[in-house]
């Protein structure tokens, strides 16, 4: 029985993104970093005893550089796939669930950002839903996933360098700030 042990670049589901990352980011963050990632994840794929597992299930079980390779792979799969040049805003549900473990949207976005900004070297701010449903902020470094602590992941942004540089230089916390324009909820809320 044949087992598919390549997993694929996935295509990005836009062209641009206004002002807010530029073509040339995405084009190194998608064309060189992510293509890097699912390349080395390929070819470490073979013999491991992993092959033809689900993406997630293969980064809960990996170590070592096949985990930071799988990790990175769906980390960007998350981060690029949650934003749209024509996002659509955060929905009731949604609202209501941050209200409700963050005091409001407000200040879950400055807790959100800050945590990013915080975050020392290079690595992930996310938002999660843990087993009961409630949602959590962590701040995760370097190709970690909320996954492997049994949380179901719904927003990250990437803080690595890579990331922001070429766009906003040293100021990550302004490219944080920004990245706000670009969050489609409805993507962000399908996975709940
Ligand atoms: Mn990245």
């Given at each position: 029985m044949p087992i598919n042990n390549q997993f694929a670049l996935p295509e990005l589901p836009y062209v641009g993104l206004g002002g807010v990352i530029s073509p040339e980011t995405l084009s190194f963050h998608h064309g060189k970093h992510l293509k890097a990632y699912v390349d080395n994840l390929n070819k470490m794929?073979?013999?491991?005893?992993?092959?033809?597992?689900p993406l997630t299930e293969v980064v809960k079980k990996a170590e070592g550089g096949m985990f930071n390779n799988a990790g990175q792979v769906l980390n960007h799969i998350l981060y690029f796939g949650?934003?749209?040049?024509?996002p659509h805003p955060m929905g009731d549900r949604m609202t209501a669930l941050l209200e409700r473990d963050f005091g409001s949207v407000e200040t879950f976005r400055k807790e959100f950002e800050q945590k990013g900004a915080t975050l020392f070297g290079s690595g992930w701010v996310w938002l999660s839903a843990d087993n009961g449903g409630k949602l959590v902020i962590t701040q995760q470094k370097?190709?970690?996933?909320?996954v492997t602590m049994g949380l179901t992941p719904l927003l990250t942004f990437d803080?690595?360098?890579?990331?922001y540089y070429l766009d906003y230089q040293n100021r990550r916390a302004d490219y944080l700030a920004a990245l706000w324009q670009i969050v489609d909820w409805t993507v962000v809320e399908s996975r709940l």
């Open positions: 794929l073979p013999g491991s005893g992993l092959e033809g597992l949650q934003f749209s040049p024509t370097n190709a970690e996933n909320p803080v690595w360098e890579h990331a």
